[in-house]
């Protein structure tokens, strides 16, 4: 999940009214994207670009484990739950706030 979905998710729940919220805890999903696929992403954005990255097995077999998707429904039911960012936004994202810190 991309840092700022998170952001978001935690101000529309502190935002929704408490008589919407049928529970204490809420799960929220958004995107679940691969090294390859970040790369992939970077990749049509800067030519040039060289990506490298070692899979890390112990992380490997952590992520194995969860679920594929995190079921979010009663989030989007209860507070209107809808992550912003798919992994073409969050591409263009990161790459403007890096482009524009490093000025």
Same mark, same amino acid.
């Given at each position: 999940?991309?840092?700022?979905?998170?952001?978001?998710?935690? #101000?529309? !729940?502190?935002?929704? $009214?408490?008589?919407?919220?049928? %529970?204490?805890?809420? *799960?929220?999903?958004?995107? @679940? &994207?691969t090294?390859?696929?970040?790369?992939?992403?970077?990749?049509?954005?800067?030519?040039?670009?060289?990506i490298?990255?070692?899979?890390?097995?112990?992380?490997i #077999?952590? !992520?194995?484990?969860? $679920?594929?998707i995190?079921?979010? %429904?009663?989030?989007? *039911?209860?507070?209107?739950? @809808? &992550?912003?960012?798919?992994?073409?936004?969050?591409?263009?994202?990161?790459?403007?706030?890096?482009?524009?810190?490093?000025?």
């Amino acid at each position: 999940m991309y840092v700022d979905d998170a952001i978001l998710g935690i #101000a529309q !729940v502190l935002r929704a $009214p408490l008589e919407k919220l049928t %529970q204490c805890v809420y *799960n929220v999903h958004s995107l @679940s &994207p691969t090294a390859e696929e970040i790369a992939r992403a970077a990749s049509k954005r800067i030519a040039g670009i060289e990506i490298a990255y070692k899979p890390n097995d112990k992380v490997i #077999a952590v !992520v194995e484990n969860w $679920p594929e998707i995190v079921e979010d %429904q009663s989030a989007r *039911n209860d507070w209107g739950w @809808s &992550p912003k960012f798919n992994i073409d936004a969050m591409a263009d994202d990161m790459i403007a706030r890096l482009t524009t810190n490093n000025k």
